[in-house]
């Protein structure tokens, strides 16, 4: 794993210590990570996170959003879901296979995916998020690459310690999201322009 993946993944793991949040990482089978090269097509730089630090239980806590990463022993069956799921990804119109979930809402279920046709130069993807529940997809950015995704939602804990635990009514929200906002376009001003986190 190159460097500035490593450090954003260490910057999530402060953050969940810091918050308190329980979390195992692990290291990916290489015989798995082969596998998904050749299933779904996921690119080496993700394959390399997995094989260092996989997401065995690892899931990020704010007052508007938990999203709960997916370990690589359960990638290929979070494509279609369990089987007869009216929820999986596949089902849904306009669902593309270079789009592979890599974690999902804890409290919506909607898939946050990486696109593998849209390798940067580092061979990094953007990710986004998808709205389930409607027949027409509509993917919002969240992230230019993973390595932005994992400082958003680290920071976004961050941010989450000053407002407790408690369910937050509207103006809390919209205070957490203010505050919220400048720290992301530092990160990646193109996922705050597509306004997901804000």
């Given at each position: 794993m190159d460097s500035d993946l490593a450090e954003a993944v260490s910057a999530l793991k402060e953050a969940l210590e810091k918050r308190k949040?329980?979390?195992?990482?692990g290291k990916a089978d290489p015989a798995l990570l082969d596998e998904l090269k050749k299933?779904?097509?996921?690119p080496a730089r993700f394959r390399a996170l997995l094989a260092a630090a996989n997401p065995e239980d690892v899931e990020t806590?704010?007052?508007?959003?938990?999203?709960?990463?997916?370990?690589?022993?359960?990638?290929?069956?979070?494509?279609?879901?369990?089987?007869?799921?009216?929820?999986?990804?596949?089902?849904?119109a306009g669902w593309r296979k270079t789009w592979v979930v890599i974690a999902r809402s804890a409290?919506?279920?909607?898939?946050?995916?990486?696109d593998t046709l849209k390798l940067d130069a580092e061979g990094d993807?953007?990710?986004f998020v998808a709205m389930t529940g409607s027949n027409a997809?509509?993917?919002?950015?969240?992230?230019s690459s993973v390595q932005q995704f994992l400082r958003i939602l680290a920071t976004s804990m961050e941010v989450a310690t000053g407002f407790?635990?408690?369910?937050?009514?509207?103006?809390?929200e919209r205070t957490f999201r203010e505050q919220l906002g400048p720290k992301i376009k530092t990160i990646d001003s193109a996922a705050l322009r597509a306004g997901h986190w804000t």
């Open positions: 949040v329980p979390f195992r990482y299933t779904l097509k996921v806590v704010t007052p508007v959003e938990r999203v709960r990463f997916i370990p690589a022993a359960r990638l290929a069956e979070e494509q279609t879901g369990p089987e007869g799921a009216d929820n999986a990804p596949e089902k849904n409290l919506l279920n909607d898939p946050y995916y990486i993807c953007p990710v997809l509509k993917p919002v950015l969240v992230a407790g635990e408690a369910v937050l009514d509207d103006d809390d």
